[in-house]
């Protein structure tokens, strides 16, 4: 029986290690990120890797930083015949690539080689791509580089966010990881080198990434919000107070309006000019201080006063 030790963090790897666990793969131990502070009150919480391993009653091993830890001596001592990794969030060093006689196998949310990086499911989206995918690849010690096995295609809605893509991706990286295992370990897999020349990058989101410019387009401050939810969601300003905006459409302009003027407030939506005479209609948002709520509400409520020429800058 193939001996694996899973490395993987958020709730995009759950799936896959289920996966693996049902189908009988001799499970050494789950590694993933350490407990993490999370909201408000700071609250130390477990990755989704954990409590999944956890339930399935496997080992768990949380490395703050594994080159030159004990948790990689742990590891190493394991002797996995494959390692897999999903969204694991370190990189490996050269030693654990080398160890598994199988080698190590990563599940990466995009058509490599675009996309590379840290964030290629927020970055397809908010550059307006109509689809992606999922690769299954052998992991390299540089970024995302290594030779591919498989690749399976996904459509992109044109109001999808990031939280649904991550969901259909996640579900196709399993699928198409459980149908590519059976060759990988028979040594029979397809073994594909990369197109480095025609590789992009998708680093982690930056801050200044998440703030609105409503000169842009309306499509692009549109994929702007939906690549951005609901993490780590798109912002603005209204009466010098920060707007966060979690859900939109794509609206026509209204001539003799400047960006980021309110056009309307109709149906319970807020209208915004963007640029080239088009708009963004905002359809859910969350005030300063206030939980994320539809528009209709805020402007029953808080945004009462909110109208027409009015600005979000």
Known sequence: MTRIVFMGTPDFSVPILRMLHEEGYDLLAAVTQPDRPVGRKRV?????????????????????????????????SLEPDLIVTAAFGQILPKELLDAPPLGCLNVHASLLPEYRGGAPIHQAIIDGREETGVTIMYMAEKLDAGDIISQVRVPIGENDNTGELFERLSEAGTRLLKETLPAVIAGKNDRITQDHEKATFAGNIKREQERIDWAKPGSAVHNQIRGLSPWPVAYTELDGKTVKIWRSEKAAGKSGTSPGEIISTDDGTITVQAGDGTAVRILELQPSGKKRMETRGYLNGAGSHIKPGDRFE
């Open 44 to 76: 130390l919480t477990p990755p989704p890797v954990k409590e999944e391993a956890l339930r399935l009653g496997l080992p768990v091993i949380q490395p703050g930083k594994l080159r030159g830890s004990a948790e990689l001596d742990e590891i190493l």
